[in-house]
């Protein structure tokens, strides 16, 4: 099976490549294929072979940087350095097996995640925590997810691991099915590790997608509260590859949440008390990666923080209503309806007003009852679009209030003499504003 990485690598070390192909015994098969890909693709720079099957072979090859007189020489001394390697292999394999995953929770606690946020096992008790709430949430079996979450981490103290650790996530879902775990748990632990970056692929199933999901939120928002950000091109943590990881990871069907919470969940969970500043940060910072996540797709930036200011930390469905807002910008009545929206929001930044009733008592002109019904009406049917996912209607909802609008604008003066009365025309425009802002804040697109 050709692995291009390690052809790469293989193809800067030799000059003059002479493959050649020997065996080992077939008893190293009941190793897991992993283990031993890692050893003849880790220690010796072997590729492993399969057969007609796709089952991993006895089989390897070795690419020599000299013509030998003897290849036999060559095959026969490469044989006897991958057993001994091989042999280790399954000595890990068999005396792991001995043992199960669950036994091994208690040490975590003795290893460090970090000095101010605890063990790895005080990390896994948050993760447990907080991914047991958004289960319920969801409607998930969060006996399920606390079994998973419990066993994630154990396999970093199995034998197999110590010596292999790019095997951390598969070894544990390997000896999870071993000990008798459901399928949900076993998948689960390797789903914790990914995405392992921006392009890498994400759990297929919900527990192991809720699970790397809220252990990233954990990280992040353990390393904000003791004020450890990355800074300018520094990321000792990886925490932008983690925020990326949170906004691949909660496009999964079954959540599509609003982490807003469920940040501020994981930030007040922290061993120590972070400020609301601090908080703060950390939800921008997830904005931010988000912002950039778009625009790289060619989308505007405009649109895209237009969309994020009224979204909060929805961020699956962040690129569908940024979708619906491009659908519409070229035309004119989606320019008027920018335009009115800058110039409420240009009225209520110059006059703010105290939140309180709209009176009717208080309307002059028909207008005014006019744009009062129908933003109350068109309010509602964009909160029920925007619950369905339908932002396209949203928007046709909005256009919608044109007519009454320019009606309201060219029949009445806001800034009146009568204080009630211009207070109750001020809260007129902050509900139409309130209709808008249900999609995005429509006065951070340039027109």
Known sequence: ELDQDLLTEINCLVEWPVALCGEFEERFLDVPDIALIAAMKGHQKYFHTRDTSGALSNRFITVSNIESKDPKQVIAGNQRVIRARLSDAKFFFDLDQKETLGARRPRLNHITFHPKLGSLGAKTERVQSLGSKVAQSIGADVDLFQRATALSRCD?????????????????????????????????????????????????????????????????????????????????????????????????????????????????????????????ALMQFIKDRERVRLTDKGYRHDMVIAVQESNGLATAKTEDRVKALIAQSETDEFATLVSTNKRVANLLKDSPITPGAIDSKLFEHPSEASVYDLATRVGDSVDLAVSRETYGEAMESLLSMKPATDAFFDNVMIHCDQEAVRINRLRLCQLVKNAYSKLADFSLIQQ
């Open 156 to 280: 970093l103290v199995t034998e197999m691991v110590l010596e292999f650790d790019e095997l951390q996530g598969q070894m544990g879902t390997i000896y999870a099915s071993l000990d008798g775990e459901p399928n949900e748990v076993a998948c689960a632990i390797e789903g914790l590790y990914q995405p392992a970056g921006a392009s890498d692929q994400v759990p297929d199933n919900l527990y192991g997608t809720l699970l790397a999901l809220t252990d990233r939120l954990d990280t992040l928002a353990g390393l904000f509260a003791i004020n450890q950000p990355p800074t300018g091109s520094k990321d000792p943590f990886a925490l932008r590859r983690a925020a990326i990881g949170v906004l691949r990871l909660n496009e999964f069907p079954a959540l599509r949440l609003d982490l807003t919470a469920w940040v501020t969940e994981a930030f007040a969970a922290q061993p120590e008390a972070g400020s609301a500043d601090q908080l703060d």
